[in-house]
């Protein structure tokens, strides 16, 4: 079954420094998923990866998938306090079931 | 758009009785509905997809006599936990896509359920 790591399990920085969250697979990616969450509600979609190189933003948020499909990046420029919270990566198998497979997610605190 | 809901948002109720938790798509018809389950500082376990009109698919693990799904319409989808237990206490979120090759997940907001 497939795993993903996420990386740094939490972070601390201060309001306008930029900040990178490492989501890592056990196989290839067929479909890559950002979400955020805010403790005790539901997950907000980020973005999706799909192909290998890919780069998509949104805002002051940037996402990168590996030319290998194993491994993806959330980058986040000039953070702020509206930044923080639970921010998780998620992965589809390629089959038709539509399942994700959920990293443990970083947890995002940011100090004004 | 892509809007889903979910009622009640908290819930508590004693030992051995049973809680439904209603699960809706507002703006689209989902074709598959997912339920999981999370913990406190935890990521979201799996417990079932439910597709409109078939029985659910439970993970393993999970067991289907105690949590009841239905998913009646192509807007709604039931998890029933019956004879709730204070294990049972938890963070339970639904999601739900419109298929056809589309696999981002909508979430609702969840519910907490507490087992006294």
């Known amino acids: 079954s497939q795993e993903l790591e996420q990386s740094p399990q939490s972070l601390i920085v201060q309001e306008g420094k930029n900040l990178t969250i490492n989501c890592t697979s056990s196989?290839?990616?067929?479909?890559l998923y950002w979400y955020k969450q805010k403790y005790g509600e539901g997950l907000i979609f980020l973005m999706m990866l799909q192909k290998g190189g890919e780069e998509k933003s949104h805002e002051k948020i940037t996402a990168k998938l590996d030319e290998k499909k194993q491994q993806s990046s959330l980058h986040i420029t000039a953070s702020q306090p509206s930044h923080a919270g639970i921010y998780l990566c998620g992965a589809d198998g390629g089959g038709s079931n539509y399942k994700l497979t959920f990293g443990k997610g970083t947890l995002l605190t940011v100090n004004p | 758009g892509a809007v889903v809901s979910q009622h009640p948002s908290w819930v508590i109720c004693k030992s051995g009785t049973s809680v439904k938790i209603e699960c809706r798509s507002l703006?689209?018809?989902?074709?598959?509905m997912f339920w999981y389950r999370q913990f406190p500082k935890q990521s979201l376990m799996l417990m079932a997809t439910?597709?409109?009109?078939?029985?659910?698919t439970y993970e393993q693990g999970v067991e289907k006599d105690k949590f009841l799904i239905n998913h009646a319409s192509l807007t709604l989808s039931t998890l029933t936990v019956t004879s709730a237990h204070p294990e049972d206490s938890s963070f339970y979120i639904c999601?739900?896509?419109w298929g056809a090759g589309v696999y981002e997940q909508y979430f609702g907001p969840g519910t907490r359920l507490t087992v006294t």
């Open positions: 703006d689209f018809q989902a074709t598959t």
């Open positions: 196989k290839t990616l067929y479909g």
């Open positions: 439910s597709n409109e009109g078939s029985k659910a």
């Open positions: 999601s739900a896509t």
